[in-house]
């Protein structure tokens, strides 16, 4: 069973599209986040809720939405698509905030914009 | 603010020789450490961690890091390559609520 899951994983899609990549736990995990991985292969954080509430959001655009409707799940909905939106999106989880806390990856979502 | 810095951007090693890729990090509290491993197309996993207690950490698939506090250190080294281990590896420190990555190195394994 794949404890941080997200679908789907690959997507290809137009420009000024609006697309929803989903995520679920089953590791019982108070925290979730979205990261955003670029085409030279840099990870940097965009999103991280903790149940159920945001807690970091860096500077990304509005365009982009997470919405947490419980605990085990991270939904990233994505407005008027652009050609930079493409990357690959890894959802991820840990017990809590802390620093002692491990995070654990989803596969990743794989979202081309044409 | 944390920062982790992989000097090397690629690294070639023949299959059955030694490896070490290098980390250097920035963190003003007592760091929390991790590599990840990437095979192409697919996500991330953790290899190892370093929170506390011993400087030496193993980890999965043969792996193990060395902490390095006076070096703001933490390398990772895998004493015989396996073709399967050619991936892109990140190191990664924790502080409050977030993971910061470096950029990465990716390890090719030649025959």
């Known amino acids: 069973d794949t404890a941080v899951s997200q679908t789907p994983k690959y997507l290809v899609t137009q420009m000024g599209n609006d697309k929803s990549i989903k995520c679920e736990q089953n590791?019982?995990?108070?925290?979730m986040y979205w990261y955003k991985q670029d085409s030279k292969k840099f990870l940097k954080i965009m999103f991280s809720y903790n149940n159920k509430e945001l807690i970091i959001n860096e500077t990304v655009p509005n365009r982009f939405s997470p919405k947490s409707p419980d605990k085990a799940h991270l939904n990233l909905h994505i407005n008027s698509l652009e050609l930079g939106d493409s990357a690959v999106y890894f959802c991820a989880s840990s017990p809590g905030t802390g620093a002692g806390n491990t995070i654990y990856f989803g596969e990743g979502s794989w979202l081309t914009v044409v | 603010a944390q920062s982790v810095t992989q000097p090397d951007i690629h690294i070639t090693v023949s299959e059955g020789a030694s490896l070490e890729l290098r980390c250097n990090y920035s963190y003003g509290a007592t760091p929390y450490l991790f590599w990840y491993v990437q095979s192409p197309g697919q996500g991330l996993q953790l290899l190892l961690k370093y929170f506390s207690g011993d400087t030496l950490v193993q980890g999965i698939k043969g792996f193990e890091a060395e902490f390095k506090r006076s070096q703001s250190s933490f390398n990772l080294r895998k004493p015989s390559v396996h073709w399967s281990d050619a991936a892109e590896y990140f190191c990664a420190v924790k502080g409050f609520q977030k993971l910061v990555f470096g950029t990465g190195t990716r390890l090719l394994v030649s025959p």
């Open positions: 590791l019982g995990h108070d925290t």
